[in-house]
DNA sequence: AACGTATATAATCAAATGGTTATATAGGAG
DNA sequence: CTCCTATATAACCATTTGATTATATACGTT
């Protein structure tokens, strides 16, 4: 495995809440929306975690309408998928929110 | 796993520099002196990031004189066997100095 | 005891990181 | 077209990080 892809892959995981975003993701695709109140930060902070992990090819997105959803990528590297092997699921932060597109 | 030492030893484990260290331990014990060649780093840099790897629980010291011996912890988290794993071991790391006593 | 070598710690500084607010972009509703 | 909502980007700032130099500590040698 490429030593420039693992660093900048375990740069991107090596943040707590970046980690929550993963365990939110374990189960399936969450829209940015509910991000925002899982985490307690702003937005654009969590627009940010969102984009380093997609720029460390960990996450991708889809578009559904004005929203994002967000997913772990089909074929993580095998660090990557060991992290999220040993994060907790953590189904509390989908479709909470009364508009949520979910 | 504890989600806070999760973020610890991944903060440790994201950085060139110490991923290079990582790669000299996989095959065994490795002391200071010869650390400080490889990474073409200071002396006082190379202490710091090998003490941020222990604190980690990643590494563990052996004294022999006044040199330091570092290696690999017998029994390595999941997260942390995994990266080992996927990095080449570089043996040109070792013994290479004139004075070096492993 | 005095000196030299190996390593660790302290003090300092520049660069990177993660947050905020402000603004831009894009799509859906009226 | 205009307005509202969801998300991304820009500008900015405080904190953290990783390097350096200077100094402390510990051990071996003379």
């Known amino acids: 495995m ?9 740069k991107a995981l090596a943040d707590s809440n970046r980690l929550k975003l993963l365990s939110c993701l374990k189960s399936g695709e969450v829209c940015v929306c509910d991000f925002v109140e899982v985490l307690g930060i702003s937005q654009p902070a969590v627009s940010q975690h969102l984009r380093k992990l997609r720029e460390a090819g960990i996450v991708t997105e889809r578009k559904v309408g004005t929203w994002k959803h967000y ?13 999220v092997d040993e994060l907790e699921s953590d189904s509390a932060c989908r479709c909470n929110s009364v508009n949520a597109p979910c």
Chains 1, 2 share one sequence.
Request: glycine share 0%; hydrophobic share 45%; aromatic share 0%.
């Open 2 to 10: 490429d030593i420039q892809l693992m660093d900048k892959q375990l």
């Open 71 to 83: 997913r772990l990528v089909d074929e993580l590297t095998p660090i990557v998928q060991s992290v």
